[in-house]
């Protein structure tokens, strides 16, 4: 399911953040067993300690769904996809590149673009350099290009697209106005036919909204599992699928 290659974690300071406060609340727990004064110091020790376990067990599931998780989800919803000859299809805010490297190895029938603007505080070590060392990899150079750009403005014509794809990327701009012209954007290369599938956290109603308001035919928030969970079921990620 993985493909050959490195791709980071996602917002790699987050598991650290949750690591950092399981630290801090298992040291708020030993105080608290030290001092011994009654049932209530018990009591809170006992809270605490619960608290250090979840936000360990927050960090690991986090690490788990960056790591491994989104690829088991979208080798899932890529088997979906039928498609053909001559197809492009466009990943937006690809990273380092794994939805694209995978749709690539899925169809080789198809050409793949990805497009982001390589921030790492999106994803560690995101660069372009480095999706095309994964590409290469993967031996599919040939058939998977990058672009340096912004989703809210893409350098495409109208109707290019057969697919796009979105990873755990939209939600990486930060006002509802910037969002919908992303989602307008992927409208418009979107040729007729076409298909959308994003997978991402709190804001797929949103989108969906957006793609039905446009005309497409949309399925979805559907949740993905315990794979998708970055930290718990409160951050859970879900998928949609639009029909144009």
């Given at each position: 399911m993985k493909p050959r290659g490195?791709?980071?974690?996602?917002?790699?300071?987050?598991?650290?953040l949750w690591i950092g406060i399981a630290a801090v609340s298992a040291a708020v727990?030993?105080?608290?067993?030290?001092?011994?004064?009654?049932?209530?110091?018990?009591?809170?020790a006992w809270y605490f300690v619960a608290c250090t376990v979840v936000y360990l067990i927050g960090a690991g599931?986090?690490?788990?769904?960056?790591?491994?998780?989104k690829f088991a989800i979208w080798d899932r919803l890529l088997r979906r996809v039928s498609l053909s000859t001559g197809?492009?299809?466009?990943?937006?805010?690809?990273?380092?590149?794994?939805?694209?490297?995978m749709t690539a190895i899925r169809y080789p029938e198809a050409s793949v673009t990805g497009i982001d603007l390589w921030r790492v505080?999106?994803?560690s070590g995101n660069s372009r350099s480095a999706a095309e060392a994964n590409t290469a990899l993967n031996g599919i150079g040939e058939r998977l290009?990058?672009?340096?750009?912004?989703?809210?403005?893409?350098?495409?014509p109208d109707a290019t697209f057969t697919l796009i794809t979105a990873s755990l990327s939209l939600h990486n701009i930060h006002t509802p106005e910037g969002r919908r012209m992303a989602i307008q954007e992927a409208v418009r290369v979107l040729a007729p036919g076409g298909r959308v599938l994003i997978v991402d956290i709190q804001r797929t109603r949103e989108y969906a909204a957006e793609l039905q308001?446009?005309?497409?035919?949309?399925?979805?928030?559907t949740r993905l599992g315990w794979r998708s969970w970055w930290t718990g079921p409160w951050m859970a990620a879900t998928e949609l699928d639009a029909i144009r």
């Amino acid at each position: 399911m993985k493909p050959r290659g490195k791709y980071g974690i996602d917002a790699p300071w987050v598991p650290w953040l949750w690591i950092g406060i399981a630290a801090v609340s298992a040291a708020v727990a030993v105080a608290f067993g030290l001092w011994g004064a009654g049932w209530w110091t018990v009591a809170l020790a006992w809270y605490f300690v619960a608290c250090t376990v979840v936000y360990l067990i927050g960090a690991g599931l986090y690490w788990h769904a960056s790591l491994l998780g989104k690829f088991a989800i979208w080798d899932r919803l890529l088997r979906r996809v039928s498609l053909s000859t001559g197809d492009r299809v466009l990943d937006l805010g690809c990273g380092r590149g794994s939805v694209a490297i995978m749709t690539a190895i899925r169809y080789p029938e198809a050409s793949v673009t990805g497009i982001d603007l390589w921030r790492v505080g999106d994803q560690s070590g995101n660069s372009r350099s480095a999706a095309e060392a994964n590409t290469a990899l993967n031996g599919i150079g040939e058939r998977l290009a990058f672009d340096t750009g912004d989703m809210t403005s893409l350098p495409y014509p109208d109707a290019t697209f057969t697919l796009i794809t979105a990873s755990l990327s939209l939600h990486n701009i930060h006002t509802p106005e910037g969002r919908r012209m992303a989602i307008q954007e992927a409208v418009r290369v979107l040729a007729p036919g076409g298909r959308v599938l994003i997978v991402d956290i709190q804001r797929t109603r949103e989108y969906a909204a957006e793609l039905q308001r446009l005309g497409l035919t949309v399925s979805g928030p559907t949740r993905l599992g315990w794979r998708s969970w970055w930290t718990g079921p409160w951050m859970a990620a879900t998928e949609l699928d639009a029909i144009r």
